[in-house]
């Protein structure tokens, strides 16, 4: 994970949150900055989303909410843009409140009263969360494993 930088660590929940709140009727397409080194793994991570397995997948009509995704060249549209700048405004807000620039960037902000959304995390709590996901992850693939034997758990046990 380190070699991806945090960047498919963030656009797996991104889809899927965004999957899950899209009505039943729309599908959603994406468009990210062409960057390389990045391509091949985001490509797995999103044909995932394609596989129609989970409800929030798919449209009411059976097909994928996802319906594509793309990667364009660095400065060739505008569509990045605003991602950028509000990333950066946040950035700034989360690192230095008081500065200059979090004041520059407080018109991006408006939509939360200029505070924002989310915070910076660090190393600690990064990693904290990964082993809660694999902990998590880990007892539903158990869980699925023991409906299949026809082993059922009582609620007070959950």
Not at 21 to 29: A, K, M, N, S, V
Not at 53 to 81: N, Y
Not at 108 to 131: A, D, F, M, V, W
Request: glycine share 6%; aromatic share 10%.
């Amino acid at each position: 994970m380190k070699a991806l930088k945090g960047w498919l660590a963030c656009l797996t929940p991104l889809v899927m949150q965004t999957l899950r709140g899209i009505p039943e009727d729309e599908r959603l397409e994406l468009v990210f900055e062409e960057q390389s080194e990045y391509a091949p793994y985001a490509e797995l991570a999103l044909r995932c989303f394609c596989i129609l397995d989970k409800p929030w997948k798919r449209t009411k009509d059976g097909r994928a909410k996802l319906a594509k995704w793309s990667f364009v060249p660095k400065g060739s549209t505008l569509m990045s843009d605003p991602a950028d700048y509000f990333a950066y405004a946040l950035r700034e807000l989360w690192t230095d409140p008081t500065s200059k620039r979090t004041d520059w960037c407080k018109p991006i902000l408006t939509s939360n009263n200029g505070k924002g959304y989310g915070k910076i995390l660090y190393r600690p709590e990064i990693r904290k969360i990964i082993r809660n996901t694999q902990t998590l992850n880990t007892l539903s693939l158990l869980s699925e494993k023991l409906k299949l034997l026809g082993v059922t758990v009582s609620e007070d046990a959950k």
